[in-house]
Nanobody
């Protein structure tokens, strides 16, 4: 069982930055971030593997978001720069034994943190 606790969401103006953190109670091969807006499915944002050597991003955040991890602290970060109003969503930390970009294949979820980007 892996427990995930997110922090760092909030309200920011367009063009601003936020940094999300996710502390995990255990280690996982794959950790990532998804986001969800009301009425839509939860979508993949970014992922990082245990070694930290490989990362992946959805196209809409490439060049603006950076995922990283501190294995010693079992913590994953999502640095979000040049934020846009369309980035507004609840962001969820995810952990899984296998790499996936499908929300229905994730093993563990955090409670979610709201990110709101004003125009």
């Amino acid at each position: 069982q892996v427990q995930l606790v997110e922090s760092g969401g909030g309200l920011v103006q367009a063009g601003g930055s936020l940094r999300l953190s996710c502390a995990a109670s255990g280690s996982s091969y794959f950790m990532g971030w998804f986001r969800q807006v009301p009425g839509k499915e939860r979508e993949f944002v970014a992922a990082i593997f245990w070694s930290g050597a490989r990362t992946s991003y959805t196209d809409s955040v490439k060049g603006r978001f950076t995922i990283s991890r501190d294995n010693a602290k079992n913590t994953v970060f999502l640095q979000m720069d040049s934020l846009k109003p369309e980035d507004t969503a609840v962001y969820y930390c995810a952990a899984s034994s296998l790499y996936t970009t499908y929300a229905n294949r994730i093993d563990y979820w955090g409670q979610g943190t709201q990110v709101t980007v004003s125009s």
